[in-house]
């Protein structure tokens, strides 16, 4: 069993920056692919980033995201990070974080991964 524990999520002013973190349990943490995603209120879950188990030799963005965030990971430390810049109001949502086992195909459907944190909470006021 895999344990998630996100942080960093906050309130920040449009143009503002945070850096979420997302604290993994298990040995097993570099072999995962992992993910984060959003939801903001009355809106399906999306995918925002991704990250290969591969020591992170390939990342996905959302292109909503792309220019403005940036997805690394600390395999030593069992941790996956999201660092957001020039965050906007519609970035506002709670963000999760999400570890995909070896053998999937693909990383931008919250269906494809195996193990989700509880979410921690982003707000961007204009």
């Known amino acids: 069993q895999v344990q998630l524990v996100e942080s960093g999520g906050g309130l920040v002013q449009a143009g503002g920056s945070l850096r979420l973190s997302c604290a993994t349990s298990?040995?097993?943490?570099?072999?995962?692919?992992m993910g984060w995603f959003r939801q903001a209120p009355g809106k399906e879950r999306e995918f925002v980033a991704a990250?290969?188990?591969?020591?992170?030799?390939?990342?996905y963005y959302a292109d909503s995201v792309k220019g403005r965030f940036t997805i690394s990971r600390d395999n030593a430390k069992n941790t996956v990070y999201l660092q957001m810049n020039t965050l906007k109001p519609e970035d506002t949502a709670v963000y999760y974080c999400?570890?995909?086992?070896?053998?999937?195909?693909?990383?931008?459907?919250?269906?494809?991964?195996?193990?989700w944190g509880q979410g921690t909470q982003v707000t961007v006021s204009s």
């Open positions: 999400a570890a995909e086992i070896p053998g999937r195909i693909g990383v931008r459907r919250a269906s494809q991964y195996d193990y």
């Open positions: 298990g040995r097993t943490f570099s072999s995962y692919t």
């Open positions: 990250i290969s188990w591969n020591g992170g030799s390939n990342t």
